[in-house]
């Protein structure tokens, strides 16, 4: 595809390149010391040996051993050194990561059978359309761009898949699912070819498993896009030693996905980020909710939350549905209220949480089993209050506990977003799929580990997973030479 999104480039502040500096040096200063006083430690201990040990001319190998001291100490401390001169130039390694070249009909192609059942008369000219999982989008742009717009990525694009350690499948599986519209709108009946979300998953994988480098180590080593918790839904299976990046859990079997394994990435927010100052006085709403009052399974609480609060003073609300007019009403509503509802979806995650963190508005999660992204760089007590599903039910519990937030402690909490909703910025170049290609990165010394244990175990069939099935469904020693 030709098409790209501009995203801006990284910029860093002098005052933060001179901080940077001083930290290295400081570092450099303390690991030399550390490094001289071993060396020091290793000299006495020779000289002590050699002039007050009783035993030291008795043994005739004593002079071969205080050499083999003196040489294994200046070994150390020259690998010391150069360890260190490597950290502080910066020249950890980065990972490589190889994107493969899929067939239109995983790319591209959805984009256009997208365009036409809404009656695009020309769907070459067709661009990736906005939607809360488009995520896969500024994944598969940004390792479009050339090498040299990348400097802030934590990862290496390579054209050679044999200096890959990690391989990007960018199907747009998410686009996929809403291809056929629930209602169509412009198309004329019978005039769009047939479009199969289930026929193009099953084509993928007899794509991927003809792959050299899938069969290689059987998958273990790529990295698939799967935001929508439904998409690759036929497949998953299949796919499933791939490092999966996921929006939740909600319906995937603990054989399937793992927080050990996957990444849990953020949707794309839907409306329009807050860059007005921290304020207390220009939000008058307590609460604010907008969405789809009815939904499934764990999302029942949405209209068990409706019936108690809307009566309630200062709290808005409202059932509604994605369109432009509704996005342009969400964002007046998150921009003007301090704490921001978001109660669990079909699935555990939902858009709304990140509509409000972008918003500046905090957000109050009532989701028991929510999974959330970047967790081990932020620390969500700073920015949400989280509620028990039962006790949100509490006639009163609700907006007693929100209304005793003192406007200091709400002014916290809003700074504290403030620092974070970079990463939930898709398009922003230090955003969230640096955050993504983060996370990926670190989990390559356990893909190497799946990878080799892979090669030494035999399957065996376990009722219930046990805590092998996070890395490998394989257990049991192979006999070999």
């Known amino acids: 595809m030709s098409q790209r999104l501009p995203l801006s480039k990284s910029k860093n502040p002098n005052k933060s390149q001179a901080d940077t500096n001083m930290a290295r040096k400081s570092t450099f200063l303390q690991q030399t010391l550390f490094f001289c006083a071993c060396f020091i430690l290793v000299l006495i201990y020779a000289v002590f040996n050699t002039f007050l040990s009783p035993d030291a001319t008795a043994s005739p190998s004593f002079a071969t051993e205080q050499k083999v001291y003196l040489e294994d100490a200046q070994a150390f401390a020259a690998a010391a050194g150069k360890i260190t001169a490597n950290n502080n130039a910066g020249e950890t390694p980065k990972a490589k990561v190889f994107m493969y070249d899929l067939p239109k009909r995983f790319t591209s192609g959805i984009i ?164 007005g100052e921290i304020s207390v006085e220009n939000r008058n709403t307590l609460l604010f909710f907008m969405g789809n009052r009815y939904r499934k399974d764990g999302g029942k609480i949405r209209d068990l939350l409706f019936q108690m609060l809307e009566s309630e003073e200062d709290v808005i609300i409202k059932h509604g549905t994605q369109s432009r007019e509704n996005r342009r009403a969400a964002t007046k509503g998150m921009h003007s209220s301090k704490f921001c509802l978001n109660p669990a979806g079909d699935t555990p995650s939902a858009c709304r949480l990140f509509d409000a963190i972008v918003s500046l508005c905090i957000p109050v999660i009532v989701s028991d089993s929510i999974e959330l992204p970047f967790e081990d760089v932020i620390d969500y007590k700073k920015i949400a209050v989280f509620v028990d599903t039962k006790e949100s039910l509490r006639p009163g519990h609700l907006v007693n506990l929100l209304r005793s937030v003192t406007d200091e402690r709400i002014l916290e909490y809003q700074k504290e977003l403030r620092e974070v909703k970079r990463y939930f910025e898709y398009g922003s170049s230090i955003g969230t799929v640096n955050e993504i290609w983060r996370e990926v990165a670190q989990k390559l010394p356990l893909i190497q580990l799946m990878i080799n244990r892979d090669k030494r175990l035999v399957k065996r069939d376990l009722a219930e997973p046990d805590c092998s099935c996070v890395c490998t469904n394989q257990t049991g020693f192979l006999t070999f030479l």
């Open 112 to 275: 256009e059978h997208h365009a036409l059942a809404r009656g695009s008369s020309d769907p070459s000219k067709a661009t990736y359309p906005g939607h809360q999982h488009m995520g896969e989008w500024y994944m598969f742009a940004d390792l479009n761009r050339p090498q040299e717009e990348r400097l802030g990525s934590p990862v290496v694009k390579v054209n050679d898949p044999e200096e890959a350690d990690l391989f990007y499948v960018p199907v747009f599986s998410s686009l996929s699912l809403i291809v056929n519209p629930s209602r169509p709108g412009g198309a004329a009946s019978g005039s769009v070819p047939e479009y199969s979300d289930e026929k193009m998953q099953e084509e993928l994988v007899e794509w991927l498993e003809k792959q050299e480098y899938w069969k290689r180590n059987k998958g273990r080593d790529h990295v698939i896009m799967a935001g929508d918790p439904n998409a690759l839904y036929r497949v998953l299976d299949r796919v499933r030693n791939a490092v999966l990046l996921l929006s939740d859990f909600g319906r995937v079997r603990p054989d399937q996905g793992s927080l050990v394994k996957d990444v849990i990435v953020p949707y794309s927010h839907r409306i329009n980020t807050y860059n």
